[in-house]
């Protein structure tokens, strides 16, 4: 018989892994998957809680996206998109526009997430540079956002233990403090606070407007940098100051768009007016790599103009559009109209919030929050204080070794452990998968 992960670890080199961990712990070999459990080689399941990467929102083979993949297959698997189109994108392109929040008209495709913010901090740039305010070159993200692993897209995140070694080569921007609630950036405890760490925010646009082109964040849910969740009246503040200082709000709903906050789109409430949006991951329920970044008419129009004026945006990946891409995507989003996905899933958010707050009963587990189906658990070292766990324990990798055991996909970042659940989850299945967390989180403690 082959042995696949001897092969697998003779020739691959995985992303965000310490290979040599691999030795003690190599990657687990599936096969194949259905709804929300994937399955080894043995036949053993595992049930998906991080939805793959954040990716898979319907379920793993999904009849439908399955079916509509297999149909584009048969016409055109791939075409370039200069010069060219096709009908799956430009259907694409009109049901996200007619989704979208307000004023999100013109749709670009790329590759992935990291390429959707590349576009975005790309065309705002160049934006005002078509439009003869040079100045305006900088940008200004929170201290722990994570926008993908590009340099673009590295330089305007958080600097953490990921992309600290490549520091040297980002461009220069402008860091605020991020409204982590539960570890609150100005000191305010629960109740008293007024929004108090836009301040930061404020004053630099005051002092530095003139330079900055625009602010990025993801809205509502600061996935990578820890599950952080954040009170809407932050993003509408940091939206309202982006108007009043001239600078376009870029909004990164890779993670969170698609159902994952509850709405379509987690900045999709009344007054959140946005310049971009970057969306990948749920876009095509995890099916097929596809990045998209979302504008306006004003900002399209900056680009519009004879050859000779230099206003073209020279931007473009070799896959854009793929027509597979975009046919997975006209399928997920189907199933959204069809299956009523969000009312359904809306219908498990009062349980999962409740099942998550028994989790603070265990000694270890400082905070808990939650937004639609996402879920962290952020484990201290002492409750009080809120000290922190010492990394050097990688009590995250005995929590990954022990979910597996229970039969679950648990990745915790760091020392947070989160649920990032695939909408089609079901009662039953969320009822089982957090009795099992709450025993491996228990256990995982126990001496
Ligand atoms: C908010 C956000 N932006 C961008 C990215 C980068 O996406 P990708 O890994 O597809 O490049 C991620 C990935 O986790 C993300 O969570």
Same mark, same amino acid.
């Given at each position: 018989?082959?042995?696949?992960?001897?092969?697998?670890?003779?020739?691959?080199?995985?992303?965000?892994?310490?290979?040599?961990?691999?030795?003690?712990?190599?990657?687990?070999?599936?096969?194949?998957?259905?709804?929300?459990?994937?399955?080894?080689?043995?036949?053993?399941?595992?049930?998906?809680?991080?939805?793959?990467?954040?990716?898979?929102?319907?379920?793993?083979?999904?009849?439908?996206?399955?079916?509509?993949?297999?149909?584009?297959?048969?016409?055109?698997?791939?075409?370039?998109?200069?010069?060219?189109?096709?009908?799956?994108?430009?259907?694409?392109?009109?049901?996200?526009?007619?989704?979208?929040?307000?004023?999100?008209?013109?749709?670009?495709?790329?590759?992935?997430?990291?390429?959707?913010?590349?576009?975005?901090?790309?065309?705002?740039?160049? +934006?005002?540079?078509?439009?003869?305010?040079?100045?305006?070159?900088?940008?200004?993200?929170?201290?722990?956002?994570?926008?993908?692993?590009?340099?673009?897209?590295?330089?305007?995140?958080?600097?953490?233990?990921?992309?600290?070694?490549?520091?040297?080569?980002?461009?220069?921007?402008?860091?605020?403090?991020?409204?982590?609630?539960?570890?609150?950036?100005?000191?305010?405890?629960?109740?008293?606070?007024?929004?108090?760490? $836009?301040?930061?925010?404020?004053? $630099?646009?005051?002092?530095?407007?003139?330079?900055?082109?625009?602010?990025?964040?993801?809205?509502?849910?600061?996935?990578?940098?820890?599950?952080?969740?954040?009170?809407?009246?932050?993003?509408?503040?940091?939206?309202?100051?982006?108007?009043?200082?001239?600078?376009?709000?870029?909004?990164?709903?890779?993670?969170?768009?698609?159902?994952?906050?509850?709405?379509?789109?987690?900045?999709?409430?009344?007054?959140?007016?946005?310049?971009?949006?970057?969306?990948?991951?749920?876009?095509?329920?995890?099916?097929?790599?596809?990045?998209?970044?979302?504008?306006?008419?004003?900002? +399209?129009?900056?680009?519009?103009?004879?050859?000779?004026?230099?206003?073209?945006?020279?931007?473009?990946?070799?896959?854009?559009?793929?027509?597979?891409?975009?046919?997975?995507? $006209?399928?997920?989003?189907?199933?959204?109209?069809?299956?009523?996905?969000?009312?359904?899933?809306?219908?498990?958010?009062?349980?999962?919030?409740?099942?998550?707050?028994?989790?603070?009963?265990?000694?270890?587990?400082?905070?808990?929050?939650?937004?639609?189906?996402?879920?962290?658990?952020?484990?201290?070292?002492?409750?009080?204080?809120?000290?922190?766990?010492?990394?050097?324990?990688?009590?995250?990798?005995?929590?990954?070794?022990?979910?597996?055991?229970?039969?679950?996909?648990?990745?915790?970042?760091?020392?947070?452990?989160?649920?990032?659940?695939?909408?089609?989850?079901?009662?039953?299945?969320?009822?089982?998968?957090?009795?099992?967390?709450?025993?491996?989180?228990?256990?995982?403690?126990?001496?």
């Amino acid at each position: 018989m082959t042995d696949w992960v001897g092969k697998d670890l003779k020739y691959v080199w995985h992303p965000y892994t310490q290979m040599k961990d691999c030795r003690n712990m190599p990657p687990l070999l599936i096969e194949r998957a259905k709804g929300i459990k994937l399955y080894d080689t043995r036949g053993r399941f595992y049930y998906d809680t991080i939805s793959s990467w954040w990716c898979n929102v319907h379920g793993h083979n999904n009849p439908a996206i399955k079916s509509a993949i297999k149909k584009q297959l048969d016409l055109l698997e791939h075409v370039l998109f200069a010069g060219f189109t096709h009908k799956p994108a430009i259907e694409l392109a009109q049901k996200l526009a007619a989704l979208a929040p307000a004023g999100l008209s013109r749709v670009f495709y790329s590759d992935n997430g990291s390429t959707s913010v590349e576009v975005a901090l790309k065309m705002s740039f160049q +934006y005002w540079h078509n439009t003869g305010e040079r100045k305006k070159t900088k940008f200004v993200s929170l201290d722990r956002g994570y926008h993908g692993d590009t340099f673009g897209a590295m330089s305007v995140s958080g600097v953490s233990l990921f992309n600290e070694v490549f520091s040297p080569l980002f461009f220069e921007s402008f860091k605020v403090p991020s409204p982590y609630c539960y570890r609150c950036p100005v000191g305010m405890q629960e109740g008293e606070c007024d929004t108090d760490c $836009l301040k930061p925010l404020e004053r $630099l646009l005051e002092k530095r407007s003139k330079e900055i082109a625009g602010i990025i964040l993801e809205p509502r849910l600061m996935a990578a940098g820890g599950m952080i969740i954040y009170p809407e009246k932050y993003l509408k503040g940091a939206a309202s100051l982006a108007k009043r200082f001239n600078v376009h709000l870029i909004l990164d709903e890779v993670a969170t768009a698609f159902g994952r906050t509850g709405r379509m789109f987690a900045s999709g409430s009344a007054g959140v007016l946005a310049d971009f949006i970057c969306l990948s991951k749920g876009i095509t329920s995890g099916y097929l790599p596809m990045g998209v970044t979302l504008t306006t008419d004003k900002i +399209y129009k900056a680009f519009y103009a004879d050859f000779e004026q230099k206003k073209t945006f020279y931007h473009g990946h070799t896959y854009t559009a793929n027509p597979v891409a975009c046919a997975a995507a $006209l399928a997920s989003l189907e199933i959204f109209e069809k299956d009523n996905t969000l009312k359904k899933a809306a219908g498990l958010i009062p349980l999962f919030r409740e099942r998550l707050e028994g989790f603070k009963a265990l000694p270890f587990v400082g905070d808990v929050r939650s937004i639609g189906l996402v879920g962290a658990l952020e484990l201290v070292k002492d409750k009080k204080t809120k000290e922190a766990l010492d990394f050097r324990e990688r009590t995250g990798l005995k929590v990954y070794k022990a979910g597996l055991e229970k039969n679950l996909i648990l990745r915790p970042l760091g020392d947070i452990i989160y649920f990032f659940l695939p909408l089609c989850v079901k009662r039953a299945e969320l009822e089982d998968i957090l009795d099992r967390s709450y025993s491996v989180v228990k256990k995982a403690f126990n001496g």
